[in-house]
């Protein structure tokens, strides 16, 4: 009888990749990796197809990751196992290894909270590329989140000062800029700061702010298409009287000027 090539691979390879010094029926019943011996297998074939099995268990992937000796194509082959790829703890086995290549534990960096990615820092046996990456971005969340806090300082030049270091984000300065309590003085200086007022995302911020000045409203919104004003201003907190001020302008076809015109006069008012 012919053999069904379309079957997927055997039951047993997941099992042969992560060869325990116990029973297979022990094996069955328990596949916590800590409770399993240590793994014999180093063929190279059977630790790919068994790292590629959809029917791979967080367990037994981490057991995987537990061979120091674990090659880097095989972990390359587990890392787009959708089974097992998105578990925390997996990502972080992947992180953890010494055979991980760059472009696979990179993006895993993101990933994980701040206190894993701090325990990785602490960890003896981390590869050292992988160590200092964690190091800059522990470094980064905790220096923006500190940043951010003091963009709703009471004093202006805290506040410039917060604005103009090196390590705020823009989801910092948006984040801040959607709080009840952001202080006009703030929102004042986004709008006339050289590096966050050109921003997109940013602007429309402002403009959900209730504490936007006129004439910076006026500003970001002639900047804007009519649709996607409107659409901002459905959700703004700017007073009625304002929003029909942005609405009319541009509703104006501006022949000869007359936008700048309109804008002066509104700045006066």
Known sequence: MAANNSRGPEPRLIEEAVRPAMSPASMTANNDPAN?????????ETLQAAAADPRLTEALALALLQQSALP???????????????????????????HTPRHVWLPLVGKLFTLELVAVTLSSTVPAA??????????????????????LDSDPVVVQTALSNGRLTEAGVIKALLRHDASPAFVDAVCHHPKWSVRHEVRVAVLRNEKTPLGAALRFAHALRPPELRDILHGSHLSSAIKQTLLREIGEEQPRGSAKQSLRSSKLR
């Open 36 to 44: 399993n011996a240590a793994i014999q297998t180093d063929d190279l």
């Open 72 to 98: 880097a194509v095989a972990i390359e082959v587990l890392a787009k196992n959708r089974g097992v790829a998105s578990v925390r703890k997996v990502q972080r086995a992947l992180l953890l290894h010494p």
């Open 130 to 151: 992988v160590k200092r990456v964690c190091e800059d971005a522990v470094l980064t969340r905790v220096t923006s989140r500190l940043v951010g806090a003091l963009l």
